[in-house]
């Protein structure tokens, strides 16, 4: 998509005030730092070595040097400074910063984030100081005994062991992960991180560890085997209410078609079992069109359910 | 980028930098005299300054109107005040390592949105008046989350402007909504508006995940209104109402441990165990057991027994 003018000048009047205080950047490093290709910041230094203040000799025009990999501005003239932050720039720290203070569990963290977002306030025009109270973000997650050291142990790059209830296998099993790094979603917090039971990278949900400790000597294996599970399309119809569950797994969903009172829908994924049992979880109508081994694989399970009650 | 607009971005960034140097107001024929860019007849560079005005105020520049001597009737001038332009460092105060990585994790929040180039510019406005930002490590989850982008950026402008809204939403059935925005809520890794329905006259809350491609920003105004918080009927509801339960569950040895782990537990033969568990509602308890299949028996309440048998029935009579 072509930019328009204006983003270009947005992005060239916050370079000059970047490039001035952090001379010595490359083009690439520049284009990633502001989200942009090396041609197009090539192209915007290019346009303000002929900018500057009414008169344009070289005494008045921005004083750059220009290479590919050295990048400084000399003199910038009265850009020096960057333009005050917009009330969006404002909004998104802040809103940030407000999904922060649920899951922050250290008070001082918590102090800082607080001040951080009165700073942040203190600098938006009055009048808009409402506007801001009209969004708000509440990112609780469910909480978890073993949280911290997981936290700790991602950071200090160490191994635990922990207890896993697997809801995929019905099983508990000990194993021993190296973390990555932790996320929350849907309210759960997950860590994703490399299993050495099963050698691949899996996401594990806090509240189904049931105890976790640190391996301080553990060795990382150096090969991370990738999924063997092999990718099913899947075809269902749901009922219209069971919106809710293709919304919260959008990466499976490869095709969706929405009519009056159903709910069309392609499945792409390599957990069969999990899908088995999502789908027989769900409320209201669920039919599943193909393929045939799917199936009968889910009514199956519907009949074993039934056969304990007859 | 063509040249033209190469142009015009050069012309832009002439006209700020001259107005942010002059003490006085500039007016329009200096402009066209002194800065780079404006050429043609008088009529074309009239109609270029009047664009590029409304342009750098569109980027936030605060571009004042007025004259050097009130007591004459000059020709009104134009100028941009350093003050009103600039970031100032001591605007947000001294920033150690740790406020930075608070900062950076805010911006990241965001993920490939509106708010996340929003955050990101901020964070290069820093680094631009701080030495190279150092920031310390933390161990806080991003949280992830749900953002329809387009219809983000719709109802962000429409609250902003105060404007009246009009979609289709899409839960249970489709239907046609005409709201007046109030505010948007992020939770559980889901926006959500909540506004003021002209059909209904009340407040409401709307997924923006189901809110359609079609959404339509109005012209009128939206009246002033108190909201106190309440929102009388939520539509993003796919539960029935929450009744707790209390049920009495089998659970065969070495299988259903999420249940388990949510239960007070008691042997009852060398196959079963017996599960005692609370539940907030039928349709929690149905998807519990539903998810446990063969491993799993309702004993009580019998009402939900009955009312299970019958739920997994019309499952396979599908």
């Not at chain 1, 500057?52 to 850009?79: C, F, K, R, T, W």
């Not at chain 1, 142990?153 to 296998?169: E, G, H, P, Q, V």
């Not at chain 2, 190469?6 to 001259?18: C, D, P, Y």
Request: include cysteine; charge should be negative.
């Amino acid at each position: 998509m072509s930019e328009s003018s204006l983003d270009r000048t947005s992005r060239a009047l916050d370079l000059i005030p970047f490039v001035t205080n952090n001379p010595g950047f490359s083009i690439a490093e520049l284009a990633d730092r502001f989200d942009s290709t090396p041609s197009q910041i090539f192209k915007d230094l290019e346009m303000l070595f002929m900018c500057g203040l009414p008169g344009y000799s070289h005494l008045e025009l921005i004083d750059m040097e220009l290479s590919d990999d050295y990048v400084a501005i000399n003199n910038p003239q009265n850009l020096d400074l960057p333009r005050k932050f917009s009330f969006q720039e404002i909004a998104s720290l802040t809103l940030g910063l407000q999904a922060l203070l649920p899951i922050a569990q250290d008070p001082e963290i918590t102090k800082r984030i607080t001040g951080l977002m009165a700073r942040l306030i203190a600098m938006v025009a009055e009048g808009e100081r409402t506007q801001l109270e009209l969004f708000s973000v509440q990112s609780e997650v469910l909480k978890g005994e073993w949280d911290e050291i997981i936290a700790t142990a991602a950071l200090r790059k160490i191994a635990l062991s922990i207890d896993y209830l697997s809801a995929r296998t019905d099983s508990l099993t000990t194993r021993t992960i190296f973390p990555e790094f932790t996320y929350g979603s849907r309210g759960y917090l997950y860590t994703k991180a490399l299993c050495t039971l099963s050698g691949e990278m899996r996401h594990f949900r806090h509240d189904r560890i049931i105890k976790a400790q640190e391996v301080p000597d553990a060795i990382r294996p150096t090969q991370i085997r990738t999924s063997t599970q092999k990718v099913e399309s899947i075809r269902v119809i749901l009922s219209r209410r069971n919106l809710f569950f293709i919304e919260a797994h959008p990466t499976i969903v490869t095709s969706r078609a929405i009519t009056e009172d159903q709910i069309e829908v392609t499945f792409e994924l390599g957990d069969r079992e999990w899908l088995l049992r999502s789908l027989s979880s769900l409320p209201g109508r669920v039919e599943v069109v193909e393929p045939r081994a799917f199936r009968e694989a889910y009514h199956a399970r519907l009949d074993a359910i039934l056969a304990l009650y007859r | 980028m063509s040249t033209t607009g190469s142009q015009k971005s050069e012309r832009l960034i002439n006209l700020t930098m001259a107005l942010l140097a002059s003490r006085g107001f500039l007016s329009k024929s200096e402009i066209f005299e002194v800065v780079a860019g404006y050429s043609g007849s008088a009529e074309t560079k009239e109609r270029m300054f009047e664009r590029d005005k409304n342009d750098l105020r569109d980027l936030g520049l605060e571009i004042e109107v007025g004259t050097d001597d009130p007591l004459f009737d000059d020709e009104a001038g134009y100028r941009i005040k350093p003050s009103s332009y600039a970031f100032q460092p001591e605007e947000i105060g001294e920033l150690d390592p740790l406020d930075i990585s608070l900062l950076s994790l805010a911006a990241a929040h965001w993920q490939n949105t509106l708010f996340s180039r929003s955050g990101q510019s901020a964070l290069r406005k820093l680094e631009s008046v701080l030495p190279l930002l150092e920031s310390e490590s933390l161990s806080l989850p991003l949280i992830s989350q749900e953002i329809p982008e387009s219809r983000f950026e719709s109802i962000w402008s429409a609250i902003n402007t105060d404007s009246v809204i009009s979609f289709t939403y899409r839960a249970g059935k489709d239907s046609r909504r005409r709201v007046e925005p109030l505010r948007m809520t992020l939770s559980e890794g889901f926006w959500y508006l909540i506004a003021f329905d002209l059909e209904v006259k009340d407040v409401r809350r709307f997924k923006l995940i189901r809110i359609g491609e079609d959404l339509e920003i109005e012209s009128t105004l939206k009246k002033e209104r108190e909201f106190n918080g309440t929102i009388s009927g939520d539509i993003t509801a796919d539960r029935d109402p929450a009744v707790a339960i209390e049920a009495v569950i089998l659970l065969r040895v070495g299988r259903a441990h999420e249940l388990r782990h949510i239960s007070i537990l008691e042997a009852q033969d060398s196959d079963w165990d017996r599960a005692t568990t609370r539940f907030e509602s039928e349709d929690e308890l149905f998807e519990a057991l539903a998810v446990a299949g063969s491993s799993a028996i309702l004993i009580s309440p019998s009402d939900s027994r009955n009312s299970f048998i019958a739920w997994i029935g019309e499952k396979l009579n599908v």
